[in-house]
């Protein structure tokens, strides 16, 4: 029967989540190790790396997640502790980190622990400083800054861990010498072309990131683990094992819990808190809303004769947690011209609460007219609120959008542009509509925009992407 120790190092040896989990111990013996599933999914596919299986890999994650422990110093001693010989590269975005993290790998290779599992792995006493070490087997792992030279180096694993400082992120011009440093130098680093493996591991900072390019030129396999899940993720952990995150499930409770992400939330920004702990940047000003176009309100005009309130709905039929948002936009119409935004219901409801917050939304307006996209459970409630209602209502109209998206959003810009839509300076809902608009074509959810481009296309009569149906009699 196997002794308890040799198990362990069976384990170790053979087991990169286990042996990422020592290795931290072995770093930070009187710190608690959490043991969470995101260390198992990144090892899994560091383990597909190391066995050929796929040969460029983007990892992203919050900060102190482990990240570095995982790929920049447990990974290289796993590597060399199973062949010697390896060429192994870890770039930085500074001198600084890039050393921590060597000295920390070559820690856990000097230790005992480390040379019983692996005795045919030892430390070269010539090659052996801070920024590169070498076995004696001939293999090295060697510590670079993502501005140190590499020319006449050769790795065949490249691991880019953090090549840029959230300090840089709106710098453009920080951002292209990053991007450009990977085009001209670091795709040709590479011992051989046809097995040579480049990981990026990294939190995400700007939409135009390293990560956002490698994403645009396509071919690489993506591990995206936000800090709060958006939608529902089975994430493979190996050996036939899958990792099922349900929607606004955190990424590892024990260390941060939904209450500490949500404080850091408020004290970090929207802007910084989506793109590093959620891996979902957002635009600086956006893609085909550009939000300093709008105009802003403290207090809307008042309500007089020849105005109207216009409420568009945008509904999904389920309220699941994977399905969309039933969504209204309630608009101030100011002088038949102009467009003030006064509120934004958004939530997710089955028929019957979707049918009595249409009715519960219209009663707070003197006189209303109501716009529904004519699909789905909009049209349904077309039908029901057209046939019956005891609300001061002063039309009801379904609106049919053809073509894309996008052209359809394209084509409403010019009233923003020419100052005809107002936002409020400030409500509780107009963070989470900012970041709609500006994430869009490309966010995950995009029921906010619909009904804004719905309503201005209605307001604007052009019917050549779009059908007004009204009901008769109005």
């Known amino acids: 029967m196997m002794s308890d120790k040799r198990l362990t190092q069976a384990i170790l040896r053979n087991n990169l989540a286990m042996f990422i989990a020592r290795s931290q111990m072995l770093l930070q013996p009187h710190k608690p190790y959490i043991h969470g599933h995101h260390i198992e999914a990144i090892a899994h596919q560091l383990e597909r790396c190391r066995r050929g299986e796929i040969r460029f890999l983007i990892i992203n994650l919050p900060p102190r997640y482990l990240k570095s ?86 790795a065949e694993f490249l691991i880019i861990d953090d090549p840029s400082k959230a300090d840089d992120v709106l710098s453009p011009h920080l951002r292209d010498e990053v991007i450009e440093r990977m085009k001209n130098t670091l795709l040709s680093r590479l011992n051989d072309k046809k097995k040579g493996c480049i990981i990026v591991v990294m939190q995400r900072l700007h939409m135009d990131d390293l990560t956002g390019y490698l994403l645009e030129q396509g071919g690489w396999t993506v591990l995206n683990l936000p800090a709060i899940a958006e939608e529902y993720q089975e994430i493979p952990l190996g050996d036939g094992r899958v990792w099922k995150r349900s929607a606004g499930g955190v990424l590892l409770p024990e260390y941060e819990s939904p209450d500490d992400l949500s404080q850091l939330r408020r004290s970090m920004g929207e802007f910084s808190f989506s793109a590093q702990y959620q891996q979902r940047p957002i635009p600086e000003n956006g893609q085909i809303f550009q939000w300093d176009k709008f105009q802003f309100y403290e207090n809307p005009p008042p309500f007089k004769n020849g105005d109207r309130y216009v409420m568009s709905w945008d509904t999904a039929m389920k309220d699941g947690e994977l399905n969309d948002w039933s969504v209204c936009t309630v608009w101030q119409v100011y002088q038949d011209k102009y467009y003030y935004l006064v509120d934004v219901i958004r939530k997710k409801m089955l028929y019957p609460d979707l049918l009595k917050t249409v009715y519960a939304v219209a009663r707070k307006y003197p006189i209303v007219e109501l716009l529904f996209e004519d699909a789905g459970s909009g049209t349904i409630l077309y039908q029901e609120v057209s046939q019956k209602y005891d609300l001061p209502i002063d039309g009801v109209h379904r609106i049919q959008p053809e073509g894309n998206k996008a052209t359809r959003a394209a084509a409403i810009t010019n009233l923003i542009e020419e100052g005809r839509v107002f936002l409020p300076r400030q409500a509780g809902w107009l963070e989470t509509f900012r970041n709609e608009l500006l994430q869009f074509p490309n966010g995950r959810h995009d029921d906010q925009v619909d009904s804004m481009v719905n309503f201005l296309r209605w307001e604007t009569r052009k019917k050549d992407n779009c059908r007004l149906v009204p009901i008769s009699g109005f």
Request: aromatic share 10%.
């Open 69 to 154: 422990v995982c790929c920049s110093i447990a990974f290289p001693a796993f590597l060399l502790g199973h062949d010697p010989t390896l060429a192994i590269t870890c770039l930085s975005y500074g001198d600084v980190l890039a050393l921590d993290l060597s000295r920390s790998c070559r820690k856990v290779m000097q230790s005992p622990e480390y040379r019983e599992l692996f005795p045919g792995t030892g430390l070269s006493a010539d090659k052996n400083t801070e920024a590169l070490f070498y076995t004696t087997m001939g293999g090295h792992r060697r510590a670079v800054s993502m501005g140190g030279g590499i020319t006449g180096f050769g």
